[in-house]
């Protein structure tokens, strides 16, 4: 079974960055998007922000823009979440999917494999 792997979350001041890190050991994703999504404590999981097979495109959740860039290495089978300017509400398990497609994916039923996550928390 395919399995991402999440990895640079930690404990963090507002105002703060993190850089996540998703890899794909078996390099299965290297003709797909890959997307983040995050989940808070009592809510959904929502989209955060994805990238084309190529990098080429990207699309972000309206909050995060600015903040966020996703991006990738298609060579190291990483795909990155540099996280800037870092708000108490950005808190939460942070999960990155590999969608069906080659596409820059929003829609979560699109993603069909899904790392366990990463937890991110932003204090005040």
């Known amino acids: 079974q395919v399995q991402l792997v999440e990895s640079g979350g930690g404990l963090v001041q507002a105002g703060d960055s993190l850089r996540l890190s998703c890899v794909d050991p078996r390099r299965t994703f290297l003709n797909n998007g890959v997307g983040w999504f995050r989940q808070a404590p009592g809510k959904d999981r929502e989209f955060v922000a994805s990238?084309?097979?190529?990098?080429?495109?990207?699309n972000y959740l309206e909050s995060v823009k600015g903040r966020f860039t996703i991006s990738r290495d298609n060579g190291k089978s990483t795909v990155y979440l540099q996280m800037n300017n870092l708000k108490p509400e950005d808190t939460a398990v942070y999960y990155c999917?590999?969608?069906?497609?080659?596409?820059?994916?929003?829609?979560?039923?699109?993603?069909?494999?899904w790392g366990r996550g990463t937890q991110v928390t932003v204090f005040s």
């Open positions: 990238i084309s097979w190529n990098g080429g495109a990207s």
């Open positions: 999917a590999s969608s069906r497609s080659a596409a820059a994916s929003v829609a979560k039923d699109w993603y069909r494999y």
